[in-house]
């Protein structure tokens, strides 16, 4: 069965105070490992797709990173705008297109 | 360009009711998946539906819950009866294609509320 996990559950960070969320899988063949953003009261807004291990891809103040077991997604001086929770998902080449979601780190960005 | 759109955004029904929530998917996508979120839990996958076809529904319950994409018109979910444990976000995302190097994109959700 494929799983994730997010850590920590929630984030608070001073505004310009970098740091990284994990996500941590267990698929059986990965095919993409997905990073959304949700604002509370809305659906996830697509950030990053990831498909192989070493990959890296940036924007604006994120970065996210894959090895073979977890992904991280680094927030390098954020501000308040960047407040969400941010979901990771995997798709596994077994599970057909389904996506299996953490639950999320919500982060809170102080001013 | 418009995204992916569901209605009603939010829904209340009474125990033993009917739920129908739609989702029409972004112009171009034929891929449509429809994802629960209870209260304090991650997304869940439900099914998975081509034009006219339903591909996966695993993440399904058994009973009450039936979901359709006709060749014309929004795709559907439809709960009957519907239970207090039915209360949730429900999302529905489309891609282009079915594979992983074509992102799955969110609308912004039916909330529904059994009283």
């Known amino acids: 069965e494929d799983q994730v996990t997010q850590s920590p559950e929630a984030l608070r960070l001073q505004e310009g105070e970098s740091s990284s969320l994990n996500c941590s899988y267990t698929?059986?063949?990965?095919?993409?490992l997905f990073w959304y953003r949700q604002d509370p009261g809305k659906g996830p807004e697509f950030l990053f797709t990831l498909y192989s291990a070493g990959e890296e891809k940036e924007k604006e103040r994120l970065k996210a990173t894959l090895t073979k077991k977890e992904s991280f997604l680094h927030i390098t001086a954020p501000k308040p705008e960047d407040s969400a929770t941010y979901l990771c998902a995997v798709q596994a080449r077994t599970s057909g297109s389904r996506l299996t979601f953490g639950e999320g780190t919500q982060l809170t960005v102080n001013p | 360009n418009a995204g992916v759109m569901q209605n009603p955004r939010h829904l209340v029904r009474r125990r033993g009711q009917e739920a129908r929530l739609r989702c029409s998917p972004m112009k171009g996508h034929s891929h449509v998946y429809w994802y629960r979120q209870l209260p304090e839990e991650g997304l869940k996958f439900m099914v998975y539906l081509q034009k006219e076809n339903i591909i996966d529904e695993s993440g399904m319950p058994k009973e009450r819950f039936s979901a359709e994409f006709p060749k014309e018109g929004p795709s559907i979910l439809r709960i009957q009866q519907v239970v207090r444990g039915d209360s949730a976000a429900y999302f529905c995302?489309?891609?282009?294609?079915?594979?992983?190097?074509?992102?799955?994109?969110f609308g912004p959700g039916t909330r529904l509320t059994v009283l």
């Open positions: 698929v059986s063949g990965l095919r993409g």
């Open positions: 995302a489309s891609s282009l294609l079915a594979n992983s190097y074509n992102e799955q994109f």
